[in-house]
């Protein structure tokens, strides 16, 4: 069995991690990563040793790339065609009548909001969108919501195979962190959010609940990790806000989770956020919006918080509330939790057996 997972390149965030996490569990043999532009994607996965394909797609509109890939699939016997994300999905779409091969997608994330702010032209896309994901063969859920979000869609039932995300929790070997090399002090409340600045993740809802307990003059600082298309407008809105950093793209994530007291994300829709792992494994609490397959890691207030979304004020109350457990010094027993419970039930090796398990069953 040998399998292509085709996406578009240009992710930057939980998706691409997701996928070079994945494939490395499989070996050169059995999996081929195809992207349709160089970028992040393809230059870490050919650092992480995974058989990478670039298919010099020079827009996004353009087809002439399709026989190249429908070549590809017949000449290499490639058996399934893992998609991710509605650029992948439709191309597979535009050579399926053409190429014999059975169909998986993983959905990352609610695709009526894949365009969300696009206008018009989100409208069709999203629409276009709706109407090939009803011919994919099988899908990979990451969450028990998303999978009744598929059910809702029409999607039976027994063409869904719920997956939820896994992480290696061996220590990252990286650089060291210092909170002085960021710019930040030892009792300051350091709150992490590692999150692309696009819409979706409501960073403005974040800012509030920050505010809330700046005006209490609990010594809060925000450390937003990302980039992406808001960027100017986020600026705009933390001009006057000194203890909110927008500290861009950075590599280090695991090391600034270290150094931080919890992590915070304040999403309208995810799927089952990586970075909520990534925590765990940093050993620090979390507070997140009602997103996706957040209350599987989070079953109970023992490893961190779970408010509804748009709910700033129910946000700033959990956040003072781990402040409070800093004060006190219980912040790392919490921490500690989360990372034992994590550990178990969200390793990378359930993950990879539950995709291998599914490849076989519904291929």
């Known amino acids: 069995m040998t399998i292509l997972h085709l996406i578009s390149g240009g992710e930057t965030g939980g998706s691409k991690n997701h996928l070079i996490t994945l494939l490395q569990q499989f070996s050169k043999e059995e999996v081929v990563l195809g992207v349709m532009q160089e970028g992040q994607l393809s230059n870490e996965a050919r650092v992480a040793g995974i058989q ?3 298919f010099n797609q020079s827009s996004r509109y353009d087809v002439s790339f399709l026989k190249k890939l429908s070549s590809f699939i017949q000449k290499n016997d490639i058996n399934i065609v893992h998609t991710h994300g509605p650029r992948a999905n439709f191309f597979t779409f535009l050579i399926r009548n053409f190429v014999k ?3 998986f997608t993983t959905i990352h994330s609610d695709p009526t909001k894949d365009f969300i702010k696009g206008g018009l032209k989100g409208k069709v896309f999203t629409s276009l969108n709706m109407r090939v994901i009803k011919k ?11 999978g009744e979000m598929l059910e809702g869609f029409g999607v039976n039932s027994d063409k869904i195979s ?9 220590e990252p070997v990286g650089i060291p962190v210092t909170r002085e090399q960021l710019g930040l002090n030892k009792e300051d409340f350091v709150v992490t959010m590692v999150a692309r600045y696009h819409p979706i993740k409501n960073h403005p809802l974040a800012f509030d609940a920050v505010s809330k307990l700046r005006d209490e003059e609990i010594p809060i600082q925000l450390f937003a990790i990302g980039d992406g298309p808001e960027r100017t407008h986020l600026e705009k809105l933390t001009n006057d806000k000194d203890y909110i950093h927008l500290v861009g793209f950075r590599q280090d994530i695991h090391e600034c989770l270290k150094v931080s007291d ?3 994300l304040t999403s309208d829709s995810e799927s089952f956020p990586l970075v909520l792992l990534e925590a765990a494994r940093a050993k620090i609490p979390v507070v997140t919006t009602d997103v996706g397959g957040v209350s599987a890691l989070l079953p109970s207030q023992q490893l961190g918080y779970i408010a509804p979304i748009g709910d700033v004020d129910k946000i700033a ?3 003072r509330n781990l ?4 004060m006190s010094g219980d912040i790392t027993s919490m921490g500690g939790n989360l990372y034992q419970h994590a550990k178990h039930n969200f390793s990378l090796e359930q993950l990879e057996q539950a ?3 599914a490849y076989t069953k519904f291929s």
Do not use: P, Q
């Not at 063969?137 to 028990?144: E, G, I, K, L, T």
């Not at 402040?323 to 800093?326: A, R």
């Open 262 to 264: 919890c992590l915070l």
């Open 136 to 146: 994919i063969d099988h899908f990979f859920a990451v969450s028990h919501r998303f």
């Open 162 to 170: 719920i997956i939820y995300n896994g992480i290696s929790f061996a």
């Open 323 to 326: 402040y409070e457990l800093k």
């Open 355 to 357: 995709t291998r398990n």
């Open 101 to 103: 091969f059975r169909w």
């Open 317 to 319: 109350i959990y956040l």
């Open 52 to 54: 990478t394909v670039v």
